[in-house]
């Protein structure tokens, strides 16, 4: 279907229909995943112990693929980088290029969550830290431990989109769960998500990937335990948006995390420590000596029209 953005279908017409909520779910009623989870090993220090899990479960990426670059990706089934091949229109796949250039020039590229942004999703969903599960009759939450991701809530009430999502975007966007029982036994075993009303600048992950800045991206997952091994958690996203060829469709999976000791959900605040300093279109850098500093060969300095000329 032609639409304007290159050959991608039109979010509306792939999306699934409106979730509603499947009963009043309780912790009993679904798979245990109430606790923490971690993705990405590489991103977190903190490897446990093994051993009885008290106070809750943390996760972390099952596997991942050797990269000639530092990061987790968003398909983590590849090398994290351009080796991902995103199925990139034209137009977007020049985009990450040349984002790809300023990166090796030493610049950001289009991630902005280096100013703390949050990275919104689907991106939040490789966590660099921990996340915990919280269920309730009305909702999932997803609590994460950076201040910048902030957190999930999956309504599983019946409730519908909001008329006024446009208005109000969110970086998470709005998202609608229902919990199912795929194989009968009378309990839950999965939850299906379809998130909407999604704010921008985003990007897939740190590599500058972009999501189209029309910002009508429909992302759809699947949350569920491996039926053959409990200790690992897969979510299956589904990514329908303009800057795309297809759909993008890739599946995390988280590993379970157990410890002898109780397991504390940390809390990471994005603007300590954090001396990236952003001025116009340009990124400087504060130095350990309190001095505004290039980040790339040649960079420019900032203009100083507003100040006055001081002797020093």
Not at 215 to 237: A, C, F, G, W
């Amino acid at each position: 279907m032609a639409n304007g953005h290159g050959t991608c279908p039109n979010p509306a017409a792939v999306m699934l229909s409106t979730p509603t909520g499947g009963g009043a779910p309780t912790a009993r009623d679904t798979p245990a995943i109430k606790g923490d989870h971690h993705a990405c090993s590489e991103c977190d220090p903190r490897d446990g112990a093994h051993g009885s899990t008290v106070g809750g479960d943390q996760w972390r990426r099952a596997s991942r693929v050797p990269s000639n670059r530092v990061g987790a990706a968003f398909d983590p089934s590849k090398p994290f980088g351009p080796r991902e091949q995103p199925p990139l229109t034209p137009e977007y796949q020049a985009i990450y290029d040349a984002n790809l250039a300023d990166m090796e020039n030493g610049g950001q590229g289009i991630d902005p969550t280096y100013k703390c942004l949050s990275p919104g999703m689907p991106r939040v969903m490789i966590p660099c830290s921990g996340m915990e599960f919280v269920v309730t009759p009305s909702a999932t939450l997803i609590l994460f431990e950076r201040d910048w991701d902030f957190n999930r809530h999956i309504y599983t009430d019946g409730r519908g989109f909001p008329a006024d999502m446009d208005i109000e975007p969110r970086y998470l966007g709005y998202s609608i769960g229902k919990w199912l029982d795929t194989d009968g036994d009378g309990r839950y075993d999965t939850l299906t998500v379809e998130t909407r009303g999604l704010k921008g600048p985003r990007v897939y992950d740190a590599s500058g990937i972009p999501l189209h800045a029309d910002n009508e991206t429909v992302i759809q997952e699947r949350i569920y335990l491996d039926k053959s091994d409990p200790s690992l958690m897969h979510d299956d996203i589904t990514t329908i948006d303009h800057a795309l060829t297809k759909p993008w469709v890739v599946n995390q999976v988280y590993k379970r995390r157990v410890s002898d000791k109780p397991l504390w959900l940390n809390h990471e605040v994005c603007g300590e420590g954090n001396n990236h300093v952003g001025i116009g279109k340009e990124n400087y850098f504060v130095s350990g000596d309190g001095f505004l500093m290039p980040t790339k060969k040649g960079q420019v300095p900032p203009d100083l029209r507003y100040f006055k000329t001081y002797n020093r």
